[in-house]
Structure formats: C-alpha cells, structure tokens
C-alpha cells in the first residue's frame, strides 16, 4: 500500500506559480514511477508530467516548459513547480504512484488560476 497526500493548491493570477507536493507513506526505492495528472472541470483527467529517475522526466506538450516534476527522495515527497501559470492550467491535480504493478492515487488539490 501506498498513500498519497498532495498538497500546495489554491488561487493564482495568470502568470504566476504554484509548487505542489505529494508526499508517500513509503521509501520512493519501492515505487517504479510517479506521476501528475489533472482533470479540469468537465474533462477526462489528463497525464502532466512523470518521473522515473532523477534523470528520466516526462512533460505533457501542454505544460512542457513551463512546468517541472522532481523528487525530493529523503522526504519521500514528488514535486511539480508551476511557471507561467494560464487559466486552462486549471483543475484538480492528482499524484500517481506505481508499484509492484498497481497504482494509488492521491485526493487531488484544486489549482484556479483566474484573475
């Protein structure tokens, strides 16, 4: 079993940036891959960003750029800073985890960017 917790939502104007965080109850040596994914507001739910190896990252076009996926492996936290935010940057971000071939999700954490 792996939990999830993602942290580091909220309100921003366009062009601003949001860290957020998604810590794991385990060692990130037992998991194979984590990832971000986001679903807006009456859309399927979407892959951002994901990270295998501290050299091995992934980026959606929509976000490449501007968004960067990294780990922090002491605290078994993954991370996605935020840039140049825009509006369609909106939605519920969730964080994934693989392990042992099942996957765990996270609640989600709402990012609004609006003016």
């Known amino acids: 079993q792996v939990q999830l917790v993602e942290s580091g939502g909220g309100l921003v104007q366009p062009g601003g940036s949001l860290r957020l965080s998604c810590a794991a109850s385990?060692?990130?040596?037992?998991?194979?891959?984590m990832d971000w994914y986001r679903q807006a507001p009456g859309k399927e739910r979407e892959w951002v960003a994901g990270?295998?190896?501290?050299?091995?990252?992934n980026y959606a076009d929509s976000v490449k750029g501007r968004f960067t996926i990294s780990t922090d492996n002491f605290k078994n936290t993954l991370y996605l800073q935020m840039n140049s935010l825009k509006p369609e940057d909106t939605a519920v971000y969730y964080c994934?985890?693989?392990?042992?071939?099942?996957?765990?999700w996270g609640q989600g954490t709402r990012v609004t960017v609006s003016s």
């Open positions: 994934n985890a693989i392990a042992r071939g099942r996957a765990y």
């Open positions: 385990r060692s990130f040596s037992s998991i194979n891959t």
């Open positions: 990270i295998t190896s501290p050299d091995r990252m």
